[in-house]
Structure formats: C-alpha cells, structure tokens
C-alpha cells in the first residue's frame, strides 16, 4: 500500500536541502500568487528567512489589477514578503504579436518570461530561481500534450547558459492536492492555500488564436464576470475563454448537427451547429490533438430544459467526439443576441483531483443564464455565450 503524504516530512527535507543547496549564494523566486508558488516562497522563508527575491513578472495576461492584489496578499502576515513587480506587458505583446498556434504561443511567451527573469535575476545577482512548477506541468510537457510555460531543465533547456541562473523546484514531485496539503501545514492564508489555479501563462491560453488588445480587455472585462458568479458553486477551476465567430462550412456541421438531435430529442432542423475555425487543445488515448470546437444551438423553448441536464449534455458531447475524431470539445449555447458580433465567449468549469483529468461541474442554468445576460448586456462585442460540455480528456482543462 502507497504511505500517505506527509507534508511535514516533505517540508522538512525540502528545508535541509534548500539550504544546503543555496550555502551563502542569493536566490530570486518566481511569484505569480497561485497555490505553487506562494507555497515554494512559504519554504523558502523556512529554509533562510527572508533573505531572498520574491519577484513579480507582470505579463499583461493577469486578471484585472491581480498584480497589485497579490502584492497585497504576499505583504500579510505570515509570510510578510516585499513582492517586487516588473512591468513586462509591451515585451509580451511584441513576442506573441501575429501568432495562431497555441503551442507557439506558450513558447514565445515561455521565451519572454524567461528572458526577463534572467535579466532580473543578473541584476539582483541571483545564481537561483526558485520557481513552483508541478508533477502535472512536466508530465504533460514531456508528454507531448501541452508546453507549460516552467517546464526547462526537463525538456533539455539549460538554464545556465541560456538564461544565467540555475533552477531550484521544491513542488516538482507533488500533484496540486499535496501542493495544498503543504500550504496548510505552513499556515499560509487559506486565501492562498485554497485558491483556484490560475496558468502561469494566464489569458494568453484563454484568447483563442492571435491576440490584440481590443480582444485581450474583452477577456478580462468577461472573466471577471464568470469568476464573481462561479465563486461559490463548488467548482474548482472556472474561467472564461474567447474564440472569434469565424465558422467553417462544410459536412462535419451536418453530422453534428444529426447526432445531437437524435441524442437530445430535437429535431435535427431546430439544431444549429457551429463549427470554429479556431482550434484548441485536447488529449485523446494520452496523445495531443489541436483539434475543432462545434458550438451547439437548440431553439429557445428547450434551452433551458435541457441546459439543466448537465449529464445528458456530457454524454452528447462524448457521443461527438468519438464520432468524429477531429473535435475536441463541445460548447452548448446559453445565451446570444440576434446581432452577431466578433466574438463568442465560453464559460468553463471543472472539478479535479490532480488535473490530468477533470469533469465537468455541474453548473446551474440559473447561474448560466445569469452570466451570460451580464456578459451580453456589458459587452456588445460578445454575440454568444457557451457553456463548455467536455471532460479532459478529450479536452484540456485550458483551451491553449
Ligand atoms: P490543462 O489545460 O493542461 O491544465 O489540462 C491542467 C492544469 O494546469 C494549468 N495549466 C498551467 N499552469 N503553466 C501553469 O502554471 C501552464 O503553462 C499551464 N497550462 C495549464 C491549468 O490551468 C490547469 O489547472
């Protein structure tokens, strides 16, 4: 039989061995504010106090005004650490500027953060960075699946001479569940320990294909209203994520259309399936697939009834996806307004224990419905409002 975690046994050699590691040298750590790595900044204040470099890299695809709130929240007690912020917005911009592809994206921005952390690190003459990447983040990397962006030294980058400082990652055998059992142990604000996960490279995985600013302000004006009202729904990761209203026309359409009427009792002609030309990730049979997204649109008199039939939703879009092997994800349709706009927007919610899989929640239509009114009604660029039907696998928790 496995023995349990013991997160006091973990954080005690993570101490010892931090410490012997560092001897007399400076170390810079990585903050973003979520659970790994406030929790890695907590035992590296057990390991040598506070003399260390919590470091902030504002990216431009944080929430809205998080940088500052996590200043706040690392500034409280018990960790009481000066954050320093360093603005990088306009370099990340300029690296993703014109890309497509998703897993261009993740490493143009892995380049850029990287890029800039060396060159804080040089000037705060840090030979470390300390930094709270997870078992699922290399896993999934080396996997093939996703390049998440603190994945290096794994995937055969050298720090050293790429980027001048050596990596340390205390949380690299944990999975999220353990992660929480050590920031409880260390006391460290249940606002922190408990805090839904957040990707290091935030929107950019949750703005569907190229990225502007137009589209990026969007995103964070509707995240922010997704996350106000799934706070307290029992779900443990929701999020927004926008896609443009480009669709393709063709035969797939047909097909889907089909299958979901016959699966939901409607009739195939009060369907309307939209297939995106924008592409997402997914994982079928451990292999990555960048595949399609079909948005389905029943009429208006049985939206609501079979909206409250998560489960039946569920089993529609696996009925989809094995059909045809080119989709990644089924969205329903909540709600939408008769002039289309750029874009759609899609609410996600799942629940996990360790993230390499993940249902979705249950969310209520009155909850939905309520979201998408106040995303309609807020943002005219927005003409429909999705709510996302697909467990990982076949998709990733994120769309990018
Ligand atoms: P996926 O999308 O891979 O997400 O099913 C699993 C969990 O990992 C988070 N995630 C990331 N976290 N850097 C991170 O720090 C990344 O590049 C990254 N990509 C995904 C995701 O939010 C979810 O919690």
């Known amino acids: 039989m ?36 406030t929790t890695c900044a907590a035992i590296m204040h057990r390991a040598i106090g506070s003399s260390f470099k919590p470091i902030l890299i504002d990216t431009g695809f944080m929430r809205l005004k998080e940088p500052e709130k996590v200043r706040k929240m690392l500034l409280a007690p018990p960790l009481r650490l000066p954050l320093k912020i360093v603005r990088g917005k306009r370099s990340f911009m300029k690296a993703l ?66 980027y001048g400082f050596t990596l340390i990652e205390p949380l690299a055998s944990l999975y999220k569940d353990q992660v929480r059992q050590v920031a409880r142990y260390l006391k460290v604000s249940t606002q922190i320990s408990e805090r839904p996960p957040f990707p290091g490279p935030g929107l ?11 589209k990026l302000g969007v995103l964070k004006t509707a995240t922010d209203i997704v996350e106000r009202r799934l706070k307290d729904q029992g779900t ?23 299958l979901a009427a016959k699966s939901l009792s409607v009739k195939s002609d009060e369907i309307v399936v939209r297939v995106f030309l924008q592409r997402a990730t997914g994982v079928k049979g451990d292999e990555r697939v960048y595949g399609k997204v079909a948005g389905i649109c029943v009429p208006e008199t049985n939206r609501e009834t079979l909206g409250n039939d998560v489960p039946k939703l569920i089993e529609v879009e696996g009925q989809v996806t094995s059909s045809f092997p080119e989709l990644v994800r089924v969205l329903y349709l909540v709600d939408n307004r008769v002039r289309q706009g750029r874009y759609s927007l899609v609410v996600r919610a799942v629940s996990t224990r360790d993230f390499m899989t993940a249902d979705v929640t249950s969310v209520s239509w009155d909850v939905l419905s309520r979201i998408a009114r106040d995303i309609l009604k807020a943002i005219r660029e927005i003409s429909c409002v999705y709510y996302d039907v697909t467990p990982k696998p076949p998709a990733t928790v994120e769309f990018e």
């Open 236 to 258: 443990q990761q929701y999020f927004a994520v926008i896609l443009e209203n480009q669709f393709e026309n063709g035969e797939l359409s047909t097909g889907i259309r089909e």
């Open 2 to 37: 496995e023995t349990p975690f013991q997160a006091e046994e973990f954080v005690n050699s993570q101490v010892r061995e931090i410490g012997s590691r560092l001897g007399k040298e400076m170390a810079m750590i990585a903050i973003s504010g979520g659970v790994d790595s």
């Open 97 to 162: 500027d014109g890309i497509e592809n998703a897993e261009e994206k993740r490493k143009a921005f892995r380049e850029t953060m990287y890029t800039i952390l060396g060159e804080s690190a040089k000037k705060e003459r840090c030979k470390y960075l300390v930094q709270g990447t997870i078992a699922p983040d290399w896993i999934e990397t080396k996997g093939g699946i996703k390049t998440q962006h603190n994945v290096l030294e794994q995937m055969g980058i050298k720090t050293l001479e790429k």
């Open 204 to 214: 950019v995985v949750r703005c569907v294909g190229r990225i502007d600013s137009r």
